[in-house]
């Protein structure tokens, strides 16, 4: 589906996007989040099925240490990295990204991929926010499991060129590889995982203390990862 006058790509230029229709249940997660020129800027890109205080805590070390303008928390549209692994719809995630950041200034959700929907290499992704933001310093956030995997990822030379990519520490990750050139960023270890935590659901086990108290409540009123009944 076409809708028109979502994406800014350059100065006053009005474009329009493909958008994943499955997203189309809250116009408000339409909007895609626009830089300011000549920023420092954070992207965590993830699946937050759900977001939990991992995302947040790495996102606030690594927004505050390296002094950037904002850090943008992106959902993937479908992550590339692992087929067949079970994701609701992107509608739910964004709305929990959005509820997990809206206390924090420095965070904004940026939707670009999810909008385009269907399967986004992150090159591919940030070249296009490159080409658009030639001015802007982006710095691709990723944790150590995801470092570890690097050297399998799509053209991950093209994307060392296009991004400083910041490596964080996570338990039971031990990244060996110096092949590319990361920025670790120290954090507290959390060891916390979306997937335990769609586990703890599933097994009507709390969540308390581990995602935000306002994505848990949609969690609980969406009947989200819930074992049937
Ligand atoms: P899942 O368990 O479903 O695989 P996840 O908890 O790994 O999910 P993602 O949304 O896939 O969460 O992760 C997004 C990014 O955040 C990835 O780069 C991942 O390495 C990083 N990340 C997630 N949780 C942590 C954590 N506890 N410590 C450090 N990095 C983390």
Redesign the pocket.
């Known amino acids: 589906m076409k809708l028109p006058a979502m994406h800014v790509m350059g100065a006053n230029t009005i474009d329009t996007i493909e958008v994943n229709e499955e997203v189309m249940t809250d116009s408000s997660t339409l909007v895609i989040h626009q830089p300011k020129s000549n920023q420092r800027i954070g992207i965590?890109?993830?699946?937050?099925?759900p977001?939990?205080l991992?995302?947040l805590m790495?996102a606030q070390q690594v927004g505050t240490q390296l002094e950037l303008d904002e850090v943008w928390f992106m959902p993937t549209a479908k992550?590339p990295h692992?087929p067949g692994?079970t994701t609701i719809a992107a509608s739910h995630r964004l709305k929990m990204v959005e509820l997990a950041i809206a206390d924090n200034p420095l965070f904004k959700l940026q939707s670009y991929e999810v909008n385009r929907g269907g399967k986004n290499y992150s090159v591919d992704t940030l070249r296009h926010f490159k080409e658009n933001y030639p001015e802007t310093d982006f710095y691709f956030?990723?944790?150590?499991?995801?470092v570890k995997d690097l050297p399998t990822w799509y053209k991950p030379d093209e994307l060392l060129q296009l991004v400083q990519i910041v490596g964080?520490?996570?338990?039971g990750f031990m990244v060996e590889q110096d092949k590319y050139p990361i920025l670790w960023v120290d954090?507290p270890?959390?060891?916390?995982?979306?997937?335990?935590i769609?586990l703890r659901v599933y097994l009507d086990q709390s969540i308390r203390y581990q995602v935000p108290a306002v994505v848990e409540a949609y969690i609980q009123q969406q009947g989200l990862y819930a074992y049937p009944r």
Do not use: C, W, Y
């Not at 965590?44 to 099925?49: A, E, H, I, K």
């Not at 956030?141 to 995801?146: C, E, K, L, P, V």
């Not at 964080?168 to 338990?171: A, D, T």
């Open positions: 965590l890109g993830g699946t937050f099925n977001p939990h991992g995302h790495m992550p692992a692994k956030i990723m944790g150590a499991d995801s964080v520490n996570r338990p954090s270890l959390v060891d916390l995982s979306s997937t335990e769609r």
